[in-house]
Every structure is written in structure tokens, then in C-alpha cells.
């Protein structure tokens, strides 16, 4: 189990006049996330998982991918070893969102037992998210 940690500087005037930098440190819990590298790849961590798989369809320059992966991060990142997260950059691996049928992102599938179970596309709400994991890891 790994922990990653942010780090970020603050600045701190010292009696002399000068600035002083130092860490300050926050400690995420694990994100079982993984970006996906081609279609042996997505075969192996995904369709072959024993563990449920979230897997986010995105791009680089999608906006509402980029407030949608934080979210999905957190929400399974709060699921322990119950379920993974696998990102898959649509312009790296086009073969793969075909394959799928996405047409659109951010698009994301549950797959348990390498089977798609669940899907969702677009931007959503914290709470739909918790629901969609939910649903997938039984809980």
C-alpha cells in the first residue's frame, strides 16, 4: 500500500526580513488508479481484474474530463482494494473507445468479471459517482 503525498510551499518571513520555505505536507489515501498503455494492457489490468474495474474514457483537451477524473479519483480512492480506477487517454488508445463505443467523453464503464455492467457519459455530481461505485462493488 503506497500513500501519495502533496506537497506545497509556504513562506514564512523569519525576524531577519528574509523568506523561509517549507513543506507542508497532506496524505491522500491510495488511488488504486492506473493509466492504461495499449490493448494487451487493458486486457491484463482490466477485462482479466479479479477486483472491479472504473474504467475513464478521456481526453487532454476535454474540459469536463478534467474536473470529472479528481472526483472519480477520490471516490475510489476511498474504496480501499475494492475496485480500481484505469484511465484511458482516448487520443493514446482510439482503438480501444471504439471498441467500446464511445463517441464521446469523459465516458465511463464499471467492469466486473470483464463484462461492462455500467456506464455513464459527461460531467457528473459526487453523488452519482458514489452511486455508480456502489452499485459495481455491491455495497
Given amino acids: 500500500m503506497f500513500t501519495r503525498t502533496i506537497t506545497q510551499a509556504a513562506a514564512v518571513r523569519s525576524r531577519g526580513g528574509s523568506i523561509i520555505t517549507r513543506g507542508l505536507g497532506t496524505t491522500r489515501g ?3 488508479a492506473f493509466h492504461v498503455q495499449d490493448n494487451d494492457d487493458f486486457q491484463d489490468r482490466v477485462l482479466n ?3 472491479p474495474v472504473v474504467v475513464d474514457f478521456h481526453a487532454q483537451w476535454c474540459g469536463p474530463c478534467k474536473l470529472l477524473g479528481p472526483r472519480l479519483e477520490t471516490i475510489i480512492g476511498g ?3 475494492k475496485v480500481h ?3 484511458v487517454d482516448i487520443d493514446n488508445v482510439s482503438d480501444l473507445a471504439l471498441d467500446y463505443g464511445v463517441s464521446a467523453v469523459p465516458s465511463v464503464l464499471a467492469v466486473k468479471d470483464g463484462k461492462v455492467v455500467d456506464k455513464f457519459v459527461g460531467l457528473q455530481e459526487e453523488s ?3 452511486a455508480f461505485v456502489n452499485r459495481l462493488i455491491g455495497e
Fill in 49 to 51: 481484474s479479479d477486483t
Fill in 128 to 130: 452519482r459517482i458514489e
Fill in 85 to 87: 480506477l484505469a484511465k
Fill in 30 to 32: 491510495r488511488t488504486a
Fill in 79 to 81: 474504496k480501499g482494494e
